[in-house]
């Protein structure tokens, strides 16, 4: 298969900081994860390949073509920052128009597109309201929104779940595998194990700037599976969450916080904690508003895999 996006020997820094360092590498459409911990690097390869920063050393390509100052690649990327970036006044469909525009759409073309985009992210019976009264997971999903309103073929998403309940996310991992099936060259960052693997099991690891491995994910799940796991929960019915697991055998430490609704676990089988987990959710009673995985971060097996 042809490579969309093509780096050679990238290298960006700011000052005496690191940024990326002698990047190379083919990225073929389907579902590409850059994964590794906050700072190694995955926004600033992101930058530089949707022609937002130059390299200091290296070019990329895409479709064959540079894409530093080269305007015309641009209507065939979308990009989700990490960061928010709004007018925060303008409503939903304000947003999405005014961005559109700038492709030379029409105000009909705008209006459809933008309605279009919005339907996919859930937020058409809100497309009205200002930007500022919009939830963290509506604004990730407006960001989303913009990302594909023009209906790019290559996405570049930074972060894409950050922000969204467990819900949003199926949601928007749902979405981005319908961008894969249609062709789609899809590129996602994220420093969470479980998000990646749920989108993909083609992965880039990086840290410090620097590409450490590529490959299936499976073999960091293995790495990851040989010590226990936290994982936190927000629930306002936490010691509850807490009582109909506490008798399962792969559970080995229930500690609460009190002053935030929370219950930890410790397993040292996060797949089975999961599927149980999932089936408890269907409880109508249970509301579980948030779950983290505190040690999920990646930085231990990065630590043990830059040891050897």
Known sequence: MTAVIEARN??????????????????EPGITALLGPNGAGKSTFMKIITGQLKANIGQVRIFGQ???NN???????????????????LNGLEFL????????????????????????????????????????????????????????????????LS????????????????????????????????EVEALTSEIILIHNGKI???????????????????????????????RLLAAENYVLNISF???????VFETHHRDRFFNRLNELVLDPGLDLEEITSPDDNLQAVFDYLVER
């Open 10 to 27: 990238l290298s960006r820094w700011y000052g005496n900081v690191l940024g990326i360092s002698e990047i190379t590498l083919d990225i």
């Open 66 to 68: 540079p894409v530093w």
């Open 71 to 89: 305007r015309h690649i641009f209507r065939r990327l979308g990009f989700c920052p990490e960061s928010d970036a709004f007018y925060e006044e």
């Open 97 to 160: 128009t005014g961005l559109l525009s700038l492709y030379g759409y029409d105000r009909k073309e705008c209006l459809i597109r933008a309605g279009r985009a919005l339907e996919l992210v859930e937020l058409q019976d809100v497309s009205h309201r200002p930007i500022r009264s919009y939830s963290r997971g509506m604004r990730q999903r407006i960001k989303i929104a913009q990302t594909v309103a023009h209906d790019p073929e290559v996405l570049i998403l930074d972060e894409p």
């Open 163 to 194: 922000g969204l309940d467990p819900l949003g996310k199926r949601r928007i991992i749902r979405l981005i595998k319908e961008f894969r099936d249609a062709g789609k060259t899809v590129v996602v960052s994220s420093h969470v194990l479980p």
């Open 212 to 242: 450490l491995a590529r490959g299936d994910i499976h073999f960091i799940r293995e790495l990851l599976d040989s010590h226990p796991h936290m994982i936190r929960i927000r629930s306002p019915q936490y010691r509850e969450l807490a």
């Open 257 to 263: 916080e009190p002053e935030a609704s929370a219950v």
